[in-house]
């Protein structure tokens, strides 16, 4: 099964899988290959930066960019590429990236117990927040490449994102498997 197609389960947009595509702390950008269903080394980050945390998308959803719906996963510990884990979603940052939507959902880990209290982005601190805006706004400078943050916002708008990205997927899917006439 293409990792991009595992289903959601019948709790989202609360809880939702996420395929980790690149580690927290790397500067390595691996990237799921929806075709190929295999990962690969996109690059190397031309910056002297690292991920602020895990990183990798919510299967069976697609966002304005034609790709599944980008999430960052709050975690203690280091989770590697092809991990897939269940999350709670608490907030988005709004972000242009070459003129192309391409907003990214914070989640925490459902079983982890150190962010069970953690239910909106109001419950991360404001520095952390900060510092990965101040990455996904930057890491792309040294390429000539710019990324546009219209910061953060609280979880509902979080689940409408993933919500209207399943609404996509659905259509997309529906239309590939349409019978030809």
């Not at 197609?5 to 290959?33: H, T």
Request: hydrophobic letters at 40%.
């Amino acid at each position: 099964m293409n990792l991009a197609d595992i289903p959601l389960g019948d709790r989202a947009p609360d809880i939702v899988p996420v395929v980790i595509e690149i580690p927290q702390k790397s500067r390595n950008k691996y990237l799921y290959d929806l075709k190929l269903e295999v990962f690969r080394l996109k690059r190397v980050l031309h910056a002297a930066v690292q991920y602020p945390t895990a990183y990798g998308f919510i299967p069976s959803t697609l966002f304005g960019d034609g790709e599944p719906v980008d999430a960052m996963v709050l975690c203690d510990e280091v989770l590697s590429p092809g991990v897939i884990l269940q999350v709670r979603p608490i907030g988005m940052l709004a972000m242009e990236d070459e003129k192309m939507t391409d907003s990214k959902i914070l989640t925490v880990p459902v079983g982890d117990p150190r962010y069970s209290d953690v239910t909106d982005i109001v419950h991360v601190s404001g520095h952390r927040l900060r510092e990965i805006e101040h990455f996904f706004e930057n890491y792309k400078h040294l390429e000539g490449k710019e990324v546009t943050s219209f910061g953060w916002s609280p979880c509902l708008f979080a689940k409408q994102a993933i919500l209207h990205g399943m609404k996509e997927y659905q259509k997309h899917h529906a239309w590939k498997s349409a019978p030809d006439e």
